[in-house]
């Protein structure tokens, strides 16, 4: 049974960066798929942040381009998503996903609430 | 960038009556290329549809999709009490990856 599980801080301050990481167990990250970040403000929808495939490209939503970074480490089984810059507006859950082609989610870790505070 | 539309916000229905939830895109997202996914409170969306009509494994057949283009349908057939939930539509015909608002089908 494929399961993704995040891990991190629950709470950044402003202008700090965050580090999320997930955790992949059942599937090697080697195998295949693409995996991705998606975050969910409270109140609002889901926003799709970024993906990548394990040993190629990555793909960023141009609203987070300049402050988002994917990157995988296979050694693990795992893949991690860094923001630079957080501000209060990045208060989310942020949820970590598995994609088939890059184009719709078919797996997705429960999801961790990360609050931008002072 | 592609935006989702999605009506109604809430519906409200009983358990055994069948629910129709609308998802609108602002431009073609292709033939099919559309997925839907349900949310309970605390839970990981879970896949529902995908390429507009197709069910991922292991979703009831109470559960179907249809659609192209511009406007898709997400159909529950029977409303079973664990189908109570938020769902959304995603769209993947264009770049980024864009969800609609979601609707909420709770219990009447």
């Known amino acids: 049974q494929v399961q993704l599980q995040e891990s991190g801080p629950g709470l950044v301050k402003p202008s700090e960066t965050l580090s999320l990481t997930c955790i992949v167990s059942g599937y090697s990250i080697s195998s295949g798929y693409y995996w991705g970040w998606i975050r969910r403000p409270p109140g609002k929808g889901l926003e799709y942040i970024g993906s990548l495939y394990h040993g190629g490209n990555s793909y960023y939503n141009p609203s987070l381009k300049s402050r988002v970074t994917i990157s995988v480490d296979t050694s693990k089984n795992q893949f991690s998503l860094r923001l630079t810059s957080m501000t209060a507006a990045d208060t989310a859950v942020y949820y970590c996903?598995?994609?088939?082609?890059?184009?719709?989610?078919?797996?997705w870790g429960r999801g961790t609430l990360v609050t931008v505070s002072s | 960038e592609i935006v989702l539309t999605q009506s109604p916000g809430t519906l409200s229905l009983s358990p055994g009556e069948r629910a129709t939830l609308s998802c609108r895109a602002s431009?073609?997202?292709?033939?099919?290329?559309l997925a839907w996914y349900q949310q309970k409170p605390g839970q990981a969306p879970r896949l529902l549809i995908y390429?507009?009509?197709t069910r991922a494994t292991g979703i009831p057949d109470r559960f179907s999709g249809s659609g192209s283009g511009t406007d898709f349908t997400l159909t529950i057939s029977r409303l079973e009490p664990e189908d109570f939930a938020v769902y959304y539509c995603?769209?993947?015909?264009?770049?980024?990856?864009?969800f609609g608002p979601g609707t909420k089908v709770d219990i009447k």
């Open positions: 431009q073609s997202v292709g033939s099919s290329y």
């Open positions: 996903a598995r994609l088939v082609g890059n184009w719709y989610f078919d797996l």
């Open positions: 995603q769209q993947y015909g264009g770049s980024p990856r864009t």
């Open positions: 390429g507009a009509s």
